[in-house]
Structures are given as structure tokens and as C-alpha cells.
């Protein structure tokens, strides 16, 4: 059995499968010790009251982030799939998360937005969802104002505070730092020694909230190379019938089995049957 077999017999395994809507995929293990401040009990509550309107069911529609009134939808089951092992490969701590799609047009940002989504439902948590494809952004799709402050200004300013950069989105628990203005070279921003300390001190800051680094396809392998560093955990997202087996195992070869979390299949012409 080849290489590339065994790691998708391996993902498949695991369940690492999602079968989201046809019209969002387009535009859809070492632990290290790290030191945590323990937040304050009231801060769950606290960001609930933040929100200036609370998202309806026609609006996460809108956005494709799932509800987590449709319990039995195979797509949030297996996001809450994905959520539980995340949790169990970091024994309860939080942790950072890139989502990188084979190519384009797998369905990452769909995934990263769900994922995020997936942990603000869960009442002990919070989500940070961060744009890190800066050549190619969508997180800023998800607010009104698609003009403030995100992670390149944050990158480029000195004085730009990490407060300013994250923002509600309408869901309890769930914030989110876009992309920002465009920058020629992204690469430069991203191997720059402020992105590493803005990782160290969002996820430092509460113990309860993990981080979804929505990152640019694995075709930019400098880019998502960076971001790896960066991360805990890999997610890689093929699509059925796109992305080619000699693909996925070059992204498999890149990002190295230490933390490469699995595969997410979108579109797969099954439910997906997690076991």
C-alpha cells in the first residue's frame, strides 16, 4: 500500500469527512506546555453581551456557518466530530488550528468558518477565526463592514493594538480577525516576528478559546510552511473528484505527520459515517 493510501485510509478512519452544501465550497503529535492566564469565569457570559445583533437562521444561512439547532445534519455532526478530536489531541488545552485546502475551490474557508463555528456552540469555549490567506481573503464576507482593521494592518502597524483587529461576528463566543488591506508580499508579513507574538498572545489569553487560522491553498507551500510553525494542528481539505492523490500526498509530505491532524473530504457523493 502506497504512501498516500494509507494516509487517507488513515483520515477516513478517523471520520474526517464533510459533505457540506454544493454553492459554499467555492469561496467551502507532539504537545508542547504552554503557559496559560485562566480567564475570568464571567468572560463566556461577557462576550455573549458584546454582540451588537445576534445572528438569525436566515443569516448563518446566508454566510454558511452551520446551526446548531440541526443536530442530526451529517455536516454539523461531523463538525462537532472535529471539534471533539481537536480537543481530545490537545488533553483539554487550547490550541491553534490551520485549515488549508489542497487547492482552490476545496472548500477551506467553508471548513474554517465551521470549525470556529463548531466550538462557539460549545457553551465552554470560544472561537478566534483568523483570515490568513491574505492574497485571496473571505473572512471579511462574514460582517457588515468589511473595512476594519485586520491582520495585515496589525502586522504593518506598530501601533496598532490586537484588541482592534478582533471582532464579533453576531454568534456568542465567536470572534474574528480578517485579512485586512492587501499587501504585494504576504509572505514577508506572515514570517515576521510580530505574527508569531499576536499567536502567542491570543492564545495565552484565555484557555477556553481556540484559534482557526484560515490559511491560502497549499500551492502556497512557503506561506502555509510559515503557518504550520505557527500551528498545533494541520487540517488539509480535498475535494472529491479535484484533488488528485499525487496533490494530496505532496501536502501530506509538507506539512509532516507530527501535525497533520487529517483530511477533510468535501463533496463526497455519500453521507459520511463517522466511526
Known amino acids: 500500500m502506497s504512501k498516500i493510501e494509507k494516509a487517507l485510509n488513515r483520515a477516513r478512519e478517523s471520520g474526517l469527512q464533510v459533505v457540506p452544501r454544493a454553492d ?66 490537545s488533553h483539554g488545552q487550547n490550541a491553534i488550528v490551520l485549515v488549508a485546502s489542497v487547492n482552490e475551490g476545496c472548500g477551506g474557508s467553508f471548513v474554517s468558518r465551521n470549525l470556529a463555528a463548531a466550538f462557539a456552540f460549545d457553551a465552554g469555549k470560544t472561537a478566534l477565526l483568523i483570515d490568513c490567506n491574505l492574497a485571496d481573503p473571505s473572512v471579511h464576507e462574514l460582517l457588515p463592514n468589511a473595512s476594519v482593521p485586520g491582520l495585515a494592518d496589525y502586522l504593518e502597524n506598530p501601533s496598532l493594538d490586537v484588541e482592534k483587529i478582533i471582532h464579533p461576528i453576531g454568534i456568542a463566543r465567536y470572534r474574528l480577525v480578517t485579512a485586512g488591506k492587501r499587501h504585494e508580499a504576504p509572505e514577508e508579513l506572515l514570517t515576521s516576528g510580530k505574527m508569531k507574538q499576536l499567536m502567542d498572545t491570543v492564545r495565552r489569553r484565555y484557555l477556553e478559546r481556540f484559534i482557526i487560522l484560515d490559511g491560502p491553498p497549499m500551492s502556497r507551500i512557503a506561506d502555509n510552511r510559515t503557518l504550520a510553525d505557527l500551528a498545533d494542528y494541520v487540517l488539509i481539505v480535498a475535494r472529491y473528484s479535484q484533488s488528485t492523490s499525487a496533490q494530496i500526498a505532496s501536502c501530506i509530505s509538507a506539512v509532516g505527520d507530527k501535525k497533520l491532524l487529517g483530511i477533510v473530504f468535501n463533496e463526497e457523493p455519500r453521507i459520511p459515517r463517522i466511526r
Not at 35 to 62: F, K, S, W
Not at 64 to 70: A, Y
Open 24 to 89: 459554499t465550497t467555492g469561496s467551502a503529535t507532539g504537545t508542547s506546555v504552554v503557559a496559560y492566564r485562566t480567564p475570568h469565569p464571567e468572560t463566556i457570559p461577557r462576550m455573549a453581551q458584546n454582540e451588537v445583533r445576534m445572528l438569525g437562521a436566515g443569516d448563518l444561512e446566508q454566510r454558511g456557518i452551520i446551526r446548531p439547532q440541526h443536530g442530526e445534519d451529517p455536516v454539523v455532526q461531523v463538525f462537532r466530530e472535529l471539534r471533539t478530536k481537536i480537543v481530545q489531541h
